[in-house]
């Protein structure tokens, strides 16, 4: 049993790309709910019209969270960027473990230091939770500069090895109702991405 939270401050970072991605991915192992607790609903509207992926549920709102970590096998939970904290911090007190997506870029890696100050709040009444960033819409390693480096090497919270690099598969899968496992030969490098951070955080 995992459960797995995709939370940042920071819009647009692609909370709810890897969410469904990662839900998908674990979907091929067990019976997985993935909760959309962002009031948005990115999520919830994707699955109104996405084919049928097997073994994975949509649900909507933090109430299923408690539920979900009891009857599914594999719980993933995307939630909403900054102006909802509030929401993310029940979220976190609630699951094993937290991936913050970041783009590889100076103003989303400064703004993770509250991310991180969030997460030791959590903390203190779920001590074993566990944390990663993840670079998301990255370059080629070889693209980033030194600077860029040093300045991941300061983060605050521990960087998974794995970086997700920008695809347009993640894009065309959306728009096709599908995750990048429905994809194909199109979506095998993001497949490989999605699959590297599962064993990373030590899911089977
Ligand atoms: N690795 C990627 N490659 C290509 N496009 C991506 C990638 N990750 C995310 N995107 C695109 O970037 C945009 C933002 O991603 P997403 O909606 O997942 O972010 P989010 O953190 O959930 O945003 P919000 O804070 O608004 O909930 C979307 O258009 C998504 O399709
Ligand atoms: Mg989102």
Known sequence: MASIALAN???GCGKSTLALNIAA???QRGRVALIDVDPQGALAHWAEWA???SGLSVLSGLDNL??????FDHVVVDCPPSVDWNLTGKVLEAVE???????PSPLDLWATHDAASAIHRARRANPDLKAWLVQNQAEKRSAL???MAKVLDQQPLPLLNTAVRRRA????????????YQMGARGREAV??????????SVK
């Open 9 to 11: 401050l920071k819009g």
């Open 25 to 27: 991915g674990l979907a």
């Open 51 to 53: 084919s049928d992926i």
């Open 66 to 71: 408690h539920d979900a970590k009891a009857s």
């Open 97 to 103: 473990m937290v991936l913050l997506p970041v783009i």
């Open 145 to 147: 500069s030194d600077a």
């Open 169 to 180: 598969a993640y894009r065309l899968a959306l728009l096709e109702g599908k995750s990048v």
């Open 192 to 201: 490989i991405e999605i699959e590297s951070i599962l064993k990373e955080v």
